[in-house]
């Protein structure tokens, strides 16, 4: 792994790492110099971005490489280096797979139920009588939303529960911005769902499509390793146009500042309201097609 140093100012070190711009912080002790020239044992703090970034490690390693070639450079005798890792974001690593799973729990809930809702219209033929019904095809698509992600939001709301229980996950400071994450992830998950099953019309489609969804965003999203460790790459930028990859930085933004977490659940809510549009503007446009060439089987 090929680190360099980005700034040897504290402060300036210390916001890097809260916006995770820097893989960690290497604290030298004051007698550095002295311990070395006699051949002491140094102890050197490293506060790495987080525990699941799967950097901790190698960030450690390479410190130590570092120092021991140092000391052979300058003083041609290696010493010890005894490196302790903090986490700076506080986020263990069973609590980082348990926010990731809480996501991941609420995609799939929402995909397969919105899914399976819409999709049993047309199996029972039932959306016959709702295309006679007197109101739009948005309002009845809208009526689908609610009801499937008050659904999703029940299953988040028990892996929370679960979560706080049975691991190291801790709720953020400010719980109404998970609220958000979770109503937000939510609605997004159940019109993918609504969308799937509106194309495909059969209900035992949307099972495979609210797994594989589930999964791939749980990998391309940050929710097993924190995409830190591979910023500057294609899977970091095809991140940041997922929504669900804003949904764990909320989740893990304990060293985050307010205002990015503000960002975050904003540019979650812009992503779900166009999803939602887009899956409701379908169904609408599918009920519409009926009601001119009459009821598909």
Not at 24 to 42: K, T
């Amino acid at each position: 792994m090929y680190l360099h140093v980005v700034t040897n100012d504290e402060a300036e070190a210390r916001n890097l790492l809260s916006a995770g711009r820097v893989f960690g912080v290497i604290e030298l002790p004051s007698s550095f110099e002295e311990q070395v020239a006699q051949g002491e044992s140094v102890e050197v703090r490293l506060t790495t971005y987080n525990a699941m970034a799967d950097v901790d490690k190698n960030v450690r390693l390479s410190v130590m490489r570092a120092l021991n070639a140092y000391s052979r450079d300058t003083y041609h005798a290696p010493f010890t280096v005894r490196v302790v890792s903090k986490d700076g974001s506080v986020v263990s690593r069973t609590g980082f797979l348990a926010s990731g799973s809480i996501i991941y729990g609420i995609v799939f809930a929402g995909v397969l139920f919105g899914g399976v809702a819409t999709a049993r219209q047309w199996e029972m033929r039932t959306i016959k009588g709702l295309r006679v019904a007197p109101v739009s095809g948005i309002l009845i698509g809208t009526g689908f939303l609610l009801a499937n992600a008050i659904r999703s939001i029940v299953i988040g709301m028990i892996m929370v529960v679960v979560a706080v229980t049975c691991t190291d996950f801790s709720l953020p400071e400010e719980k109404w911005m998970m609220a958000a994450v979770l109503m937000l992830t939510s609605f997004f998950a159940t019109a993918i769902g609504m969308l799937v099953g509106t194309l495909t019309r059969r209900f035992y489609a949307t099972l495979p499509v609210a797994g594989i969804t589930a999964i791939l965003l749980w990998f391309l999203s940050g929710g097993f390793q924190d995409l830190v460790a591979v910023r500057g790459t294609f899977l970091f930028a095809l991140s940041r146009v997922l929504p669900t990859s804003y949904a764990f930085d909320v989740l893990r933004g304990s060293n985050l500042e307010e205002s990015v977490l503000l960002a975050c659940v904003g540019v979650l809510a812009v992503m779900t309201v166009g999803v939602v549009a887009m899956s409701l503007a379908v169904l609408h446009r599918s009920l519409s097609r009926m009601g001119r060439r009459g009821v598909e089987s």
